[in-house]
């Protein structure tokens, strides 16, 4: 095992021990507007009193319905301020939250709501209220629906549930926070299952509280940023981030909740900090990449240009090297003619762009840098409260994952499997000790199941999953991601599942994207092209881990069809059953 690295920070005397308390304290220490988002086509806004305000309200319609410290309460929908009021009320009466992904089928709702136990859920509208109502009869235990828009049939509404806390005095949430416990159990997190059924993962106060405490320090997040929120409120890197801004008095911007206008809504909204999961990075390259390619000869001359002087120029500045007089000059005339265009598409304000929830391309994140945009990579499980790693504007290598954040362990097993332990690793399994004992060793270090390395500068390196190692019939080990990533790179391919376990060479399933495909309209073109890109990429690879052959297929993977998880990862066990002929076929001819 290698030396592990632990860096340590001293908590703040006077902070929070629980969620709920947090969010109230910084509604009394924080002014401004907290929360901004889209109302009937305009911007509308909470500010910090208001949140703490609404919470409490909410906190007190719940006690009314009979919440009781340490209920399971769900909310099921699409990210909104509204999912935060939710989820903040829920948390001030004490109660243990449980998100739902809003893609979920009624059946994978009914899952999460039977093991989980809950007695109430949120619902975003009617849509997702039918899911409910559809399983409600196997769900025993779940006594009340509250509509997060309008009432219905289904449920009284959040407005309602607000005026039902009336009832009760304000002092008995204070009463409530006060009776919680650092180490109780604040949330359940079931993880998007891309093997098998979801897992419940419980995560307390403590792990919620210091994994916000680690990124609000690594990341210099202050009162006067802002942070563009569009990741699915369900998945634990994005209600951390949330907490994150919330701690320190920013404002968090939502989106509008359509993804094709998270571009446009970014240069309208202007945030200063931007997380997103690598496929948006892929999308906004591709769109870059497709409109230069097809502009005039000159005119990919000269982007090809200003690529290579922000690629020479960048590095150095970062180092705090200053560049010679022509290199200067270079720089500054590649941005003003080409590099501040693709800046902007973030918006006037960005200051750093945020990577994590899969393995991103080093070649993406140099195309970017090149261009002005550092988007900075890190790592985290949601067992592990999304935290463990992070690059940061003082500390990067592009294709690391970055340091460890404070007061966290990272050590390699003698497989090279990535360990973890700190205040942020969770719980457990809710309801599933064989599953914890598998991945929480007893003295306490988190097996995550990823296999990597750390460089002597205490860098973490992802080189891929241990359950996704391929194993050639020759015996050669190859990992899969990092292939997939480099097509994925391509602005034709929008994903790339790579097959090859106990054959003598791999081959691989790819899916186009969907501007691209409308335009190779002939086959025999199509082709050519994706051989065209899977060459280039063979030539970046060790004989063994090359693409022989590849096939095609004629639509996207999708949430609804099974094959991608809410935060856009391929699953690949569904992959390679549902594909288990077309990879055959590749093999046979």
Known sequence: MTPRIDVASPPRADAPSTLGAMVLDSARRHS???????????????????????????????????IESGDRVAILGLTSAQWTLAEWGALCAGAVLTPIYHTNSPEECAYVLEHSGSRLIFCENADQAAKVAAVREGLPELEHVVMLDAASEEGISLDHLRRLGAEVPPAAVEERLAALEPGDLATLVYTSGTTGPP?????????????????AE???FRESHSMYQFLPLAHVLARIAEAVALTVGA???????????????????????????????????????????????????LFSWALRAGGRTRPALRAGELPGVLDDLRFRLANRLVLDRVRSLFGANLEMAIVGAAPIARELLEFFDACGVLVLEGYGLTESCAAATVNTLDAVKLGSVGKPLPGTEVAIAPDGEVMLRGPHVFQGYYRDPEATAATLSADGWLLTGDLGRLDTEGFLHIT??????????????????????????????????????NRPYLVAVVTLEPDQDAKLTDPDE????????????????????????FAILDHE??????ELTPTLKVKRAVVYAKYADVFDRLYAG
């Open 32 to 66: 401004g507007v907290a929360l901004q988002f889209q109302r009937h086509g305009r911007p509308a806004y909470i500010s910090y009193s208001e949140l703490g305000t609404i919470s409490s309200e909410i906190a007190r319609g719940l006690m009314s319905l009979g």
């Open 199 to 215: 897992k419940g993962c419980m995560l307390s106060h403590e792990n919620f509280l210091a994994t916000t405490k680690m990124y």
């Open 218 to 220: 690594q990341l210099n």
């Open 251 to 301: 404002r968090v911007i939502y989106w509008a909740g359509d993804s094709t206008k998270i571009i446009e809504e970014l240069a309208l909204t202007g945030p200063t900090h931007f997380p997103a999961v690598p496929r948006i990075y892929e999308k906004i390259h591709g769109a870059v990449t497709t409109s230069v390619a097809e502009s005039p000869a000159a005119q990919r001359a």
């Open 464 to 501: 891929g999953r241990k359950k996704d190692l391929i194993i050639t019939s020759s015996g050669k080990n190859v990992t899969p991601v990092n292939i997939e990533s480099l097509l994925r790179d391509s602005r034709y391919i929008a994903e790339a599942v790579v097959y090859g376990d």
């Open 526 to 549: 199509r082709r050519a092209v994706i051989q065209d890109e899977v060459d280039a990429v063979n030539a970046k690879l060790a004989r063994i881990e090359q693409i022989k052959r």
């Open 557 to 562: 993977f999708s949430q609804a069809s099974g």
